[in-house]
């Protein structure tokens, strides 16, 4: 049999042996799809008539469809999708590799399941980021320096932010300096100030972000530095721009999201006094990789 033969005739054998929810066959069908393996397509090809090398197609489809596609397509929103997605990709990827389906491309297999297992990690992190942002401090510096932002509501923490993270008691003692939109990755994680709140719930940092009251003493607010180096699209692929490292601060729930390696993508703002803050503002998977927009989302 051909290595196109013996994988088409895995893929029927991995649905027939498996019991699938609705949410996983979603899942695992629009991933085939995703990658142009229908009964119509060839393995190992993209979606867009052109037929590529293997050792592309393989991480490409793999890579594309947990970051691109997962968090762009606007096709699903529930966080479980996020969790489910990597292990059915995983899973099927073993599958292929334990049964030897197509030992030719065992390497690129291999390297396939590797963005798989780090989509496990990054995928669902990255979910909850995306869902955390705009926090307090991004919030607040939207709301008073961009005009599209400013019928927002500032959060209550936004006087003691203002105060002591940019460090003026008025927001009119700085301007908005500039604003740049695109991807970065980040480099590191820094801690930032603490942000002394009075009369805040004292159950968790999250509580306290919502400007929830009580009686309590008051608060340190945590606040961490997401040290980013500025990225540029060439070809679909990420590339550095050197000499292009700034910060941006984040909450501490927000910062436990992300680690060395994320892509962020959202519009950078600078302050006259070198302070940036982001919205919207995104995060990836360390694989991230832009889908060819020729291929079609799956609804």
């Known amino acids: 049999m051909s290595a196109d033969e013996r994988f088409r005739l895995a893929m029927d054998k991995?649905?027939?042996?498996?019991?699938?929810v609705p949410m996983s066959n979603q899942i695992l069908e629009t991933y085939f799809s995703h990658g142009g393996m229908n009964e119509n397509e060839a393995p190992g090809r993209r979606d867009i008539g052109v037929e590529i090398t293997s050792?592309?197609?393989?991480?490409?489809?793999?890579?594309s469809f947990l970051s691109a596609f997962l968090f762009n397509s606007g096709v699903w929103h529930d966080p479980t999708y996020f969790e489910m997605a990597p292990r059915i990709v995983l899973s099927f990827l073993k599958y292929i590799q334990i049964r030897q389906v197509v030992p030719e491309y065992e390497d690129i297999i291999q390297k396939a399941m590797e963005v798989a297992r780090l989509g496990k990690i990054?995928?669902?992190?990255?979910?909850?980021?995306?869902?955390?942002?705009?926090?307090d401090f991004n919030q607040t510096?939207?709301?008073?320096?961009?005009?599209?932002?400013?019928?927002?509501?500032l959060p209550e923490t936004s006087i003691y932010?203002?105060?002591?993270?940019?460090?003026?008691?008025?927001?009119?003692?700085?301007?908005?300096?500039?604003?740049?939109?695109?991807?970065?990755?980040?480099?590191?994680?820094?801690?930032?100030?603490?942000?002394?709140?009075?009369?805040?719930?004292?159950?968790?940092?999250?509580?306290?972000?919502?400007?929830?009251?009580?009686?309590?003493?008051?608060k340190s607010i945590p606040i961490y530095k997401l040290i980013l180096e500025e990225m540029s699209v060439d070809g679909g692929d990420l590339v550095p721009v050197v000499g292009?490292?700034?910060s941006v601060h984040v909450?501490?729930?927000?910062?436990?999201?992300?680690?060395?390696?994320?892509?962020?993508w959202g519009t950078f703002y600078t302050l006259s006094n070198g302070m940036?803050?982001?919205?919207?503002?995104?995060?990836?998977?360390?694989?991230?990789?832009?889908?060819?927009?020729?291929?079609?989302?799956?609804?």
């Open 161 to 218: 932010l203002m105060e002591q993270v940019i460090g003026v008691k008025s927001a009119d003692e700085v301007k908005l300096n500039g604003r740049r939109r695109g991807y970065a990755r980040v480099l590191r994680l820094e801690e930032g100030p603490s942000i002394k709140v009075a009369e805040v719930n004292d159950e968790t940092p999250s509580d306290v972000a919502d400007g929830a009251a009580s009686d309590s003493e008051p």
């Open 14 to 20: 991995f649905r027939k042996e498996r019991v699938f």
């Open 122 to 135: 990054e995928a669902p992190k990255c979910k909850v980021f995306n869902g955390i942002m705009p926090d």
């Open 244 to 246: 292009s490292e700034y």
């Open 276 to 299: 940036v803050f982001a919205r919207p503002f995104m995060a990836f998977p360390s694989f991230y990789v832009e889908q060819d927009e020729d291929v079609d989302d799956v609804e």
């Open 55 to 63: 050792e592309v197609d393989f991480v490409y489809v793999a890579a």
């Open 141 to 153: 510096c939207s709301v008073l320096y961009v005009d599209e932002f400013s019928y927002d509501q």
């Open 251 to 264: 909450s501490k729930q927000a910062a436990e999201q992300v680690s060395r390696g994320s892509i962020v």
